[in-house]
């Protein structure tokens, strides 16, 4: 079975700019969830989507949105990049259809703001 | 609100020895997970173990094992024959269970593990 995939890997922006980043779960899998993880504040909780609606959300200010699609596939939008959105983003997916289930991560998309 | 504290910024084992990593957490809820999670230099998550909370008996997978101690808010990882592939950083995690939502996992700061040749 295929992995959790994330595109693009790496990604260099400018300030001001926005951003998307994709994710595609595992076969089967129904909940996305996505983390930013920097060297000062370590891995932290940004959103999770099950079946195509936003069920849970980390605090994190409105720039920051997501969305899921019917195949389960979700985005990640960054508006007006600030240089402490510099993080290597990750996206995890899971069965999501009880509390508890493992979470399977991706490789990451590592976005720098210059 | 949810905590996770590793300790131990930086561990160091002699391969084919054995390792404990602590952790301790903090959570008024009373049904919740713990996890442990690996990631190499590659950045890859990957998920070591995990424990549900009310299971008293201790979670194994091959040479990592957790010494779950509930009452005292710790969750230790014990990884057993330490091999080079080991090395990496390693992320204690917890998570809470909101019916059938799947809540959000709480990381801790994370342990670097090098294993010496």
């Known amino acids: 079975k295929a992995g959790v995939t994330q595109t693009p890997r790496y990604l260099i922006k400018t300030r001001g700019q926005q951003v998307t980043l994709s994710c595609s779960p595992i076969?089967?899998?129904?909940?996305v969830s996505w983390y930013q993880q920097t060297p000062g504040q370590g891995l932290q909780f940004l959103f999770e989507y099950f079946s195509e609606t936003q069920r849970n959300k980390g605090n994190f200010p409105g720039r920051f949105s997501g969305r899921q699609f019917s195949n389960s596939r979700s985005e990640m939008n960054v508006s007006t990049l600030e240089l402490g959105d510099s993080a290597l983003y990750l996206c995890?997916?899971?069965?999501?259809?009880?509390?508890?289930?493992?979470?399977?991560f991706g490789p990451g998309t590592r976005l720098t703001v210059t | 609100a949810q905590t996770v504290t590793q300790s131990q910024p930086e561990m160091s084992v002699q391969e084919a020895e054995t390792v404990t990593l602590s952790c301790t957490y903090d959570?008024?809820?009373?049904?919740?997970?713990l996890f442990w999670y690996k990631q190499p230099p590659s950045r890859q998550m990957i998920l070591v173990i995990r424990q549900e909370a009310y299971k008293q008996q201790n979670a194994t997978e091959n040479r990592f094992s957790v010494n779950f101690q509930k009452a005292a808010k710790s969750f230790s990882l014990k990884i057993s024959d330490s091999q080079l592939g080991d090395a990496a950083m390693y992320f204690c995690?917890?998570?809470?269970?909101?019916?059938?939502?799947?809540?959000?996992?709480?990381f801790g700061k994370g342990t670097k593990l090098s294993v010496k040749p």
């Open positions: 076969s089967g899998h129904r909940s």
């Open positions: 995690a917890s998570l809470l269970r909101y019916g059938g939502s799947q809540g959000n996992l709480i």
């Open positions: 995890a997916s899971s069965l999501g259809d009880a509390g508890g289930d493992e979470q399977y």
């Open positions: 959570t008024s809820e009373s049904d919740y997970y």
